[in-house]
């Protein structure tokens, strides 16, 4: 199963009043596990950046004047999330500023229904919390002390990482793929030993020793159960 968690950041807040996307960062889950593949792009908003956003995320307009307009990444941006499903913290926001900016090419629209909202899900199993990212990052004790403005890789990163403790919490020795070496995770076939290299099964009947011990300790004691098994057993007979 392929997902893809999105951030982007933007101008400000109104995608059908002239905001655009300034950058877009993903990460790619393949079964609820990084794979190390990402996706970050800046991107020319073709217009000024307002202060209150740019305290947000300290992209500046003569930074953005040098990177590629949206129209000329889209199709990466599209080939890099495919048919995935979207992992999106307040994912109507991000949504309406991605379809905004395909509307402007006449492009085909991305359908709300291929993303999961965390927002969404975190209100849902922590009601009346804060449900802000710095919020579960805190709850789930996720590091994120680097992360003093938005980044739209960073906050992806960060989201995945809250994404799986959502659903269920992350699996203890799991790595991402970059770090994971061949052998670690598991055993390998040619380690498994075949039956050749099975030894014989040992003895396990008591010696005469050992049952005379026994006997020698069941006499000390009072009603004994295993007297009493015996002589059941021997009258089942």
């Not at 020795?173 to 014989?200: M, W």
Request: charged share 25%; hydrophobic share 40%; proline share 5%.
């Amino acid at each position: 199963m392929r997902e893809i968690v999105l951030d982007t950041e933007t101008t400000g807040l109104n995608p059908l009043g002239g905001d655009r996307i300034v950058e877009i960062g993903c990460v790619e889950l393949v079964n609820h596990l990084a794979t190390g593949e990402t996706y970050h792009q800046y991107i020319n908003p073709e217009r000024d950046m307002p202060s209150e956003a740019f305290a947000v995320h300290g992209l500046s307009e003569e930074f953005l004047s040098q990177q590629p307009k949206f129209s000329e990444i889209a199709d990466g941006f599209l080939g890099f999330i495919g048919d995935a499903t979207l992992i999106i913290h307040n994912a109507q926001f991000d949504m309406g500023f991605i379809n905004a900016e395909l509307a402007r090419m006449d492009r085909p629209s991305v359908p709300m229904a291929r993303s999961v909202d965390t927002v969404k899900m975190a209100r849902k199993k922590f009601p009346g919390a804060q449900a802000s990212l710095d919020a579960l990052c805190r709850r789930f004790q996720i590091e994120n002390s680097n992360r003093e403005l938005h980044g739209a890789l960073l906050d992806s990163e960060l989201l995945a990482e809250v994404y799986l403790e959502l659903i269920g919490g992350r699996q203890p020795d799991l790595e991402l793929a970059e770090n994971a070496r061949p052998g670690d995770a598991q055993t390998s076939l040619e380690e498994i030993p075949s039956p050749q290299d099975s030894r014989e099964a040992r003895a396990h009947a008591p010696s005469d020793e050992e049952l005379a011990a026994h006997e020698a300790f069941i006499d000390r004691l009072k009603n004994p159960i295993w007297r009493a098994t015996a002589q059941t057993a021997q009258k089942a007979d």
